[in-house]
């Protein structure tokens, strides 16, 4: 009897990574935990920590053994709930043209499934996995070895959630709720307080202490979040400006540029090309 499968690789685009161990307070110097966007994939993983996690519209609870995946252009940030010690592993990644082999990260839509909850023998090989990348030097087939492992394992993780935290005042997570449903829409913060059912005030000071965004900061990185994620597919820049909720065309391009650093269209052309960007290990 002869048993056979032939396996075909589809080429394998050359990628770096950036790659940390960090032990730190939520208001240490050093500490970087307001909201972002980036064009690469991420991984977080908790070990210690009194942290939730934002993932577009989307709040999730974190412990040790839990990771949150983000693909390109999806918004998020840590969110602190004390002070306590924040002790956490964090991989940043440059995906394009290796996302066959990354579904954890581009088979999903943004937003969903970004929680991912390990067992303690999984977790303790993620922890040694990303300890071998920090403190070794070795070839660089043992290092992408060791990637394609951490891959693995939360592949293959024994579960995943979509749950939601329950530590985010209803008033916050109504508003949240509304403008990630209105995002294609025109509103005002006015619009958001009314919908969450507390004063324009009251909704600034809230979401400064609770995500340490104001409101109108954080409708506008939806939105350019939602604006790079349509633009390699749709016709136009300005059917993308529609789609996104922004009122002016030329605010959409100088704010969409001050965020990326590069126009509306020029992303739009880099994409259609698959042009990559280098990120080299930081040990």
């Given at each position: 009897m002869i048993e056979e499968r032939k396996v075909r690789f589809d080429g394998v685009a050359p990628f770096g990574m950036e790659i940390r161990y960090i032990d730190?307070?939520?208001?240490?110097?050093?500490?970087?935990?307001?909201?972002?966007?980036?064009?690469?994939?991420?991984i977080y993983v908790n070990i210690t920590g009194d942290v939730s996690f934002m993932v577009e519209d989307k709040i999730y609870p974190v412990r040790s053994g839990s990771v949150i995946v983000t693909r390109p252009y999806e918004y998020h940030h840590c969110i602190y709930h004390?002070?306590?010690?924040?002790?956490?592993?964090?991989?940043?990644?440059?995906?394009?043209?290796?996302?066959?082999?990354?579904?954890?990260?581009?088979?999903?839509?943004?937003?969903?499934?970004n929680l991912i909850e390990l067992s303690e023998k999984q977790m303790s090989k993620v922890k040694e996995l990303f300890g071998c990348i920090i403190?070794?030097?070795?070839?660089?087939?043992?290092?992408?070895?060791?990637?394609l492992r951490i891959i693995t394992i939360l592949e293959n993780a024994d579960g995943s959630s979509d749950d939601i935290s329950d530590t985010i005042p209803k008033d916050i997570s109504g508003a949240i709720a509304f403008i990630g449903e209105n995002l294609g829409n025109v509103f005002t913060v006015s619009d958001v307080a009314k919908a969450a059912h507390v004063s324009v005030n009251t909704l600034e000071r809230r979401?400064?202490?609770?995500?340490?965004?104001?409101?109108?900061?954080?409708?506008?990185?939806?939105?350019?979040?939602?604006?790079?994620?349509?633009?390699?597919?749709?016709s136009s820049v300005g059917e993308v400006c529609d789609k996104?909720?922004?009122?002016?065309?030329?605010?959409?391009?100088?704010?969409?540029?001050?965020?990326?650093?590069?126009?509306?269209?020029?992303?739009?052309?880099?994409?259609?090309?698959?042009?990559?960007?280098?990120?080299?290990?930081?040990?």
């Amino acid at each position: 009897m002869i048993e056979e499968r032939k396996v075909r690789f589809d080429g394998v685009a050359p990628f770096g990574m950036e790659i940390r161990y960090i032990d730190i307070l939520p208001d240490d110097p050093d500490n970087t935990h307001e909201h972002h966007i980036h064009e690469e994939c991420e991984i977080y993983v908790n070990i210690t920590g009194d942290v939730s996690f934002m993932v577009e519209d989307k709040i999730y609870p974190v412990r040790s053994g839990s990771v949150i995946v983000t693909r390109p252009y999806e918004y998020h940030h840590c969110i602190y709930h004390s002070n306590e010690h924040h002790e956490h592993l964090w991989m940043l990644f440059d995906g394009k043209g290796n996302e066959s082999l990354l579904p954890l990260f581009y088979d999903r839509e943004p937003g969903e499934n970004n929680l991912i909850e390990l067992s303690e023998k999984q977790m303790s090989k993620v922890k040694e996995l990303f300890g071998c990348i920090i403190s070794k030097e070795r070839s660089k087939a043992c290092e992408a070895a060791d990637f394609l492992r951490i891959i693995t394992i939360l592949e293959n993780a024994d579960g995943s959630s979509d749950d939601i935290s329950d530590t985010i005042p209803k008033d916050i997570s109504g508003a949240i709720a509304f403008i990630g449903e209105n995002l294609g829409n025109v509103f005002t913060v006015s619009d958001v307080a009314k919908a969450a059912h507390v004063s324009v005030n009251t909704l600034e000071r809230r979401f400064l202490e609770i995500l340490k965004v104001t409101p109108s900061g954080y409708i506008k990185s939806r939105r350019l979040a939602r604006a790079a994620e349509l633009l390699p597919s749709c016709s136009s820049v300005g059917e993308v400006c529609d789609k996104c909720g922004f009122q002016d065309y030329s605010n959409f391009i100088a704010v969409f540029k001050k965020q990326f650093g590069i126009t509306p269209l020029k992303f739009k052309k880099m994409y259609k090309k698959n042009t990559s960007v280098s990120v080299e290990v930081t040990k």
